[in-house]
């Protein structure tokens, strides 16, 4: 095969590649924007919450009609698990849950708050234990205590989620489609210490990656523009980049300044931003939580594969 055949062969795979691959890119950040947005809280100095918290806090965020969504929770790692007819085991990260499951792991789950006997178990410790996934109302022993399966999540691994009891303690906290304020007056109004860590930073930043390679586009289209009528289009692609960029760049009200000379507020934006990252590095880290992680860094990949890639079949392409 011939170079100027490759070329050719090229010129035909390589836009394809682009376009599919900033497709993916596009696709997981709308993913991550229909995830909840969510706030993590690990209590600070040893705090631990008890059943008496969550139903004092319980009784009182339903009596102010509130919206906010929460759940209380430990994880307790390398955790045995058996089927007692076969006598098979497994290790799981048990999770005793107080409150919403849905912010913590992905499917659904609904287990009663007094549901003590019930668990939910992730798919593949289910096919460890029992050989199959069809496993709802099977027994399972976990820690001296025998637990019914009430449904199996198949999108988590390694994982035991249930119900504690009244005198177990949780030391986390997540909350769901809360603003900051309301975040933070809940933690000052029930005297929880700790600081909220959000992942937000996530979708800001492939958001920022997905404008790359249209402006790269746009611009090199820009340069390329010849003859009497190029001035009127190169005006025309000038607005139309502006008008994408103020239509998809979407600026936190937190992050708008009263003066734009404040070099202070950039100063502390920077500190929060840079210590939210940290936090989130060192927090354990939920189903949901992963699941976009693993979201964003696919994001990433096929939101920058087209700023390199596509120059070389559509340079060639022009001349």
């Known amino acids: ?32 924007r229909q995830d909840p947005d969510t706030y993590q809280v ?28 929460y759940a209380f929770w430990k994880k307790t790692e390398s955790v045995e698990v058996e ?28 287990l009663a708050e ?5 668990c939910y178990l ?24 025998r637990l019914t399966i009430r ?42 210490p700790g600081t909220a860590v959000n992942t937000f930073f996530l979708r800001e930043i492939l958001q920022i990656l997905l404008m790359l390679f249209p402006l790269s586009l746009a611009l090199f289209l820009f340069r390329s523009l010849k003859g009497s009528q190029a001035e009127g289009v190169r005006w025309l692609l000038l607005l139309f980049m502006l008008y994408m960029l103020l239509r998809q760049i979407q600026i936190p009200e937190t992050l708008i300044p009263d003066k734009w000379s404040d070099f202070e507020f950039w100063k502390e934006q920077w500190t929060l931003g840079r210590e939210n990252l940290y936090a989130y590095m060192r927090q354990e880290k939920t189903g949901r939580e992963l699941a976009q992680i693993a979201c964003f860094f696919r994001g990433v990949l096929c939101a920058l594969f087209p700023v390199f890639v596509w120059q070389i079949p559509i340079r060639e392409g022009c001349r």
Not at 3 to 24: D, F, G, N, Q, T
Not at 44 to 69: C, V, Y
Not at 84 to 110: C, H, N, Q
Not at 122 to 145: H, N, P, W, Y
Request: aromatic content about 6%.
């Open 122 to 145: 992730d798919a593949e410790t289910a096919r460890e234990l029992f050989g199959t996934t069809a496993v709802v109302g099977s027994e399972i022993c976990c820690q001296g205590k």
């Open 83 to 110: 089927n007692p007819r076969w006598g098979r085991r497994s290790t799981v990260s048990e999770w005793s849950v107080r409150g919403d499951m849905e912010l913590l792991f992905r499917g659904m789950i609904k």
């Open 42 to 69: 690990a209590c600070g100095g040893g705090a631990s919450l008890t059943q008496e918290d969550h139903e004092n806090i319980r009784k009182t965020q339903e009596g102010g009609a509130s919206a906010l969504r």
């Open 151 to 192: 449904g199996i999540l198949e999108h988590e691994n390694g994982l035991l989620a249930l119900r504690p009891g009244e005198k177990e303690t949780t030391d986390h906290l997540t909350f769901g489609g809360a603003s900051p304020s309301e975040v933070r007056n809940f933690l000052l109004r029930y005297g929880i």
């Open 114 to 118: 007094q549901d003590l006997q019930g």
């Open 1 to 32: 095969m011939n170079r100027r055949r490759v070329k050719k062969i090229l010129r035909l795979i390589l836009p394809l590649a682009v376009i599919l691959s900033y497709c993916a890119g596009v696709y997981a950040f709308c993913l991550l």
